[in-house]
């Protein structure tokens, strides 16, 4: 008889998990739940559908119906998982009918991701907070804006808050980002970083307060403002970006342990403490590879990863998922801004010493014309003088710079062997000395 | 008394060298001597002036006058050194005008580079056969487009040869290239990818005839064409890019050692076998990273870098230079072409056992507007699993592949690791699958 799997969840996780559980087992039974009534869209998209660079929403329904049919997945779209079972190795399911259904199962993934989060400020509950994590949130947005929204009010200036708030910027709208933090993007960058590309995100007048605690939702009904900070704000959107929380709930439930992050714990094989229930993407705990401690990033690089590894495994495969850096890039108007292992903050909190090396340099060669600036930060363990971190800001080529440091970080490169790497080099495309080798010697110069 | 510094040659391996000198010792007598009525200026972007990407052959000024009177460098231009007398310690120079003098030197570092390649095919010694290696060689080209020609001759489909013909190409001449080996970038690619830059390079009308050895220079006094792989080819200019060879005959002279690749012999220290010698650039011989033999790679990033080293050793600190993988990276009309470490060409000739994997992607999510193909090629040794080698051509985000691929190689890592690699993505940066690591994966699959 074909072995039963079934997975929760049908997007960067639950589909990468299913195709590589398909490889593995070309009989089993793979089906796919997911409750929303899209499956396998790439959710980092969506502030750019906004934007107007993607031209629209559909464009991000990465796999397509042939592709389910071509690797014999069953997907089951708009129906909820209301229980796993895990003594019967059974779940429970109800559809948008009402109608219910139990499925048996040999081996469960969990791809529950993550859903915003809300912190109970006075008045949360007023209608028109909007968030944006799925399709249907972006449509949603889309057609506030079509209506004619001119104000904006993002709470939160993460990855997804400052992304949505260029996105509306961009569709015509006035719009203000409110963060409690002191800086913007608290999990990328330093402060000293963080400062720079405010700067820049203020120069295209996309207003921003740091160091703002959102104290209430104002409106009737209806949201229409904030106090922040002690300010009244007006919008006539407000957009929650105070982050995302794995939802962990039917894994609760059932008795399958979380971790101290609060997310599901898995081992290295992306299996959860109950027996042929594993876990992935977005609601699921790895350990960080510099730390070794448990982290959830929740990151579409890192539920793909997972997925795949828990699919293999599911499968009848063989696969470890070692761990993460939390490797991220984005585009912000013209500037890219990148990051990966640890900030010299990050590192602080847990007691790393560390020293840093920042440099401002070109994208090309300084007499080629079209150089953009870029600017570069190490950040180096004290004791190791390994390197744990980079944040990395410019014009261009900032995405696989930050791939070149994570891989120096994986294999536990030296500062001073960055110093000395060997790198390559054309007029038209960077410098004689690559930055980042010379941000490498800044560093360096400092342990001396 | 203050040490006196001479280096001879004032270009990249030279006026770095003189730099990290200074660094050293603040007081020493540093003098730079060169041939040339130039110093310290771009060669890799002489191909760039004559395409018109950069408006003037002075923008390749990279160091100006200021520079060395800061750093109280002294600079001989136009001179000569025709003999270095090592019992002496003293080098012997003539000027321009015919002057004479001696040196003396506590150190000397011999950055004489390397010189254009011409074999002695027949009619070799007919006027008018060009090359590209200094700026008054660009000024010189220059002239003869300006003066209306329409037809050039490449003979070589190196890099240089390559940008070369692409710049004057873009200044409206029909250009063809002929190359002797059966495919273009030897140096850097494996047939499989050549071709698809050759390819490339044809739909954009550059014309290439390979496995074409030129055999005869035409014309009466003055070169019109050739005969290759026994084709005539007529053409008002024609430009020689066999290659270039290290300069050593100062140093053979001088009883300083040659190596095997008949480039001037060093070790870590960039020290030749000569007490308070060294030798820096394209007329040194370092290790290559892989194979642990000789090589001579003749790259500006390598040229700094071993001047550097050279440098602090001359200056009385203490430097290594470890060795090269030779990172390259171009960019032809609008593709970027790079490469690291060894094809499995170079590995096979000194019977390395490889396997390979090759990717086609793309450089932004498939969905993002502008998302550009790229081609990876990873070259993984057989017995140890370790990546040895990489080659990528695409439209954009090029060249910091290939630096992540030369720090992993650096590194020693598998192509399992990079088959895991922690990467980071945003859809308007990349792919959420990084095509590097989809590419390691492809390799992995032939070893399992």
Chains 1, 2 share one sequence.
């Not at 439930?253 to 101290?260: M, Q």
């Amino acid at each position: 008889m074909s072995k039963k799997v079934v997975i929760i969840g049908a997007h960067a996780a639950g589909v990468d998990a299913a195709s590589a559980c398909r490889k593995k087992d070309r009989t089993a039974e793979i089906t796919l739940i997911t409750k929303e009534p899209n499956a396998g869209y790439s959710r980092c998209g969506l502030p750019f559908v906004i934007g107007g660079q993607i031209p629209s929403f559909d464009d991000l329904i990465v796999f397509s119906p042939a592709y389910y049919k071509m690797l014999k997945l069953n997907l089951k779209k708009e129906t909820q998982v209301i229980k796993i079972d895990k003594q019967n190795k059974s779940i429970n399911s109800i559809d948008k009918n009402g109608a219910t259904e139990r499925l048996d199962y040999d081996k469960l993934i969990i791809c529950t991701g993550a859903s915003p989060f809300l912190p109970r400020i006075k008045g949360y509950e007023k209608k028109g907070i909007m968030s944006l994590r799925t399709l249907e949130d972006g449509r949603q947005i889309d057609q506030v804006v079509k209506r004619g929204t001119k104000t904006a009010l993002i709470m939160g200036a993460g990855l997804i808050g400052l992304e949505t708030g260029i996105g509306l910027q961009e569709r015509g709208l006035k719009v203000t980002v409110v963060e409690m933090l002191p800086q913007i993007l608290p999990a990328m960058l330093d402060l000293d970083m963080a400062k720079i590309v405010k700067e820049m995100l203020e120069q295209k007048r996309l207003l921003i307060f740091t160091e703002k605690r959102v104290e209430e939702i104002l409106g009737e009904e209806k949201a229409t403002g904030v106090i922040a900070g002690g300010e009244q704000i007006n919008a006539e959107m407000l957009i929650s970006a105070f982050g995302v929380r794995a939802n962990t709930k039917l894994a609760a439930d059932a008795g399958i342990a979380l971790g101290e992050t609060r997310a599901i714990k898995t081992n290295l094989r992306m299996e959860t403490n109950v027996n042929d229930v594993f876990a992935a993407g977005d609601c699921a705990e790895v350990p960080n590879l510099i730390t070794h401690k448990p982290s959830c990033s929740q990151l579409g690089t890192i539920a793909v990863r997972q997925g795949k590894v828990a699919g293999t495994n599911a499968g009848g495969g063989y696969a470890l998922f070692e761990g993460v850096l939390a490797s991220a890039v984005t585009k912000l108007f013209d500037t890219e801004v990148g990051s990966t292992g640890l900030t010299v903050n990050a590192a602080k909190r847990i007691k790393i010493e560390t020293v840093s090396g920042t440099i401002s340099s070109k994208t090309r060669a300084d007499y080629f014309p079209g150089a953009k600036p870029i600017k570069i930060k190490i950040v180096v363990e004290k004791e190791s003088h390994r390197i744990i971190g980079a944040q990395i800001i410019g014009g261009e080529e900032v995405t696989q710079r930050i791939n070149a440091l994570s891989f120096a970080i994986q294999k536990h490169m030296t500062v001073r062997e960055l110093a000395k790497a060997d790198t390559a080099y054309a007029p038209p495309l960077c410098e004689t000395w690559e930055p980042v080798v010379l941000a490498a010697e800044v560093a360096l110069r400092k342990l001396r």
